[in-house]
């Protein structure tokens, strides 16, 4: 397990090496890819004998590590697993090459001995110079830069989920090994016969949660491409056509939705909300509730039915202008939190809806102040409590200044103080909010209308203090 959490810890570290303010962090990704690039060019370029132009090539990554405040022996503790492969790489070579090719004072060195050395500093260079660009360059950054160079969209985008799927794996194993650990008392390990059932669990689960952490990049704007100038002018564009939204900013009618055939999740939902109302969707387990939600924002597509979101059709043509008008706050929150930082994570939006560098600070300043979390910018996403990532996913929304916000169940795992705190703020948002919860009182407190779900139906829809003193109703449906 200790394993575990130091490959979680590793990957974290470089998340925040590349996240400082350094002035080498802040020059432009894609200068430092094309600096790695060539110097790696250069370094490959040399001959097997020529050990002293090598040698003049360790002047960028220690110039580098030096103005990036990196230490290098930490680079090399990384790689050190990797040192033994190049090493031996080049470990036969004096046996089959002896000629001497020069003398170092009365010493003579064989070609062999030459190349090996070669070799060797070769491999430690083109090392140090990837972290270097790691370390100083978040993924996000990399991936951007690569398609500026025309990089194949799907290779990006593949290689930014890779590195995320890594964290959700070992995070997910941590975990697991944990729940292990507690059930197999005095084991120093994980034992051999349980090692299969491990590896197939965690591999769903931690796929299971990696396609929740990509639902949650889709809502906020990811659509596998990073934003260049040409792009963010037509996002722009799109977003000054004007649309009416009449009366309603949400509008459902006869909504159908099935995961089976034959057995209906959501039947014949109709509802009609305007914008400044604060509605509690209420009703027991597999009622439906989730799932509308998750309908509401595109995630599912309804089988019948219709639906309008601030006057635009719910279809899957209009997903993306939706998706920044409508936040959807996950019930998880390390489902919807995957950028290093606090900071990173409240500006992914807005930055992928193509708004300029200006206007993505004071998008995401805005909404930390919302929910009060000012000074939390560089605050590392692993180090917050429960509460405090509540708050960052509220304000992952907020910064795309939403008409709507849904949320499932967000008082989930709050301690007394952090939800006192956060009904605080549920009060101050903004737009229509449509909060599925078991929490009755948080219902009572925070909304004025009710929604009761029952067998993906609505069985009640009214005022609160008309839904929750209606013991019999409530009874009926396993509520009290």
Known sequence: MSKIRQAVSKLHKMDQLSARDQWVNRIHPLVKLLLTFFYLILLLSMGKYQLSGVLLLTVYPLVGFSLSELKYRECIWRFRLVLPLIFFMGLFNPFFDREIIVYWGSVPVTGGMLSMATLFLKGILALSAGYLLIATTSVMDIC?????LYVPQIFVTMMLLIYRYLTVLFEEAELMAQAY?????????????????????????SMDRAERVYESMCLRGFQGEFQTEKIR???KKSQAIPRETGEFCLEVKNLYFSYHP??????????????????????????????????????LEYSEGEAQICGIPLKKENYREIRRLIGYVFQDSDSQLFMPTVYEDVMFGPKNYGYDKEEVKERTE??????????????????????????????????????????????????????????????????????????LDMVGQCCDRVILLEQGKIAADGAVNEILQDKKLLEEHGLI
């Not at 650990?181 to 689960?205: D, N, V």
């Not at 509802?271 to 597999?286: Q, R, S, T």
Request: a positive charge; one cysteine or more.
């Open 366 to 439: 805005a909404a930390l102040s919302m929910v009060h979390l000012e000074g939390f910018e560089k605050r590392r996403i692993y180090e917050l409590s429960g509460g405090e990532k509540k708050l960052v996913s509220i304000a992952t929304v907020l910064a795309l200044s939403p008409k709507i916000i849904l949320m499932d169940e967000p008082t989930v795992a709050l301690d007394p103080k952090n939800r006192k705190n956060f009904m605080g703020i549920l009060r101050e948002l903004p737009g229509l909010k449509l909060i599925a919860s078991h929490d």
């Open 144 to 148: 951007m830069a690569l398609r500026m």
């Open 262 to 299: 034959g057995k209906e999740t959501l039947s014949d939902v109709s509802l009609k909300a305007k914008e400044g109302e604060c509605i509690g969707l209420i009703g027991g387990n597999g009622m439906g509730k989730s799932t509308f939600l998750k309908v509401l924002v595109g995630l």
């Open 181 to 205: 650990m507690l059930r197999a008392p005095g084991q120093k390990g994980i034992h051999y016969s349980a090692w299969g059932s491990f590896a197939g669990q965690l591999l769903l689960r």
């Open 233 to 235: 002018e037509s996002l």
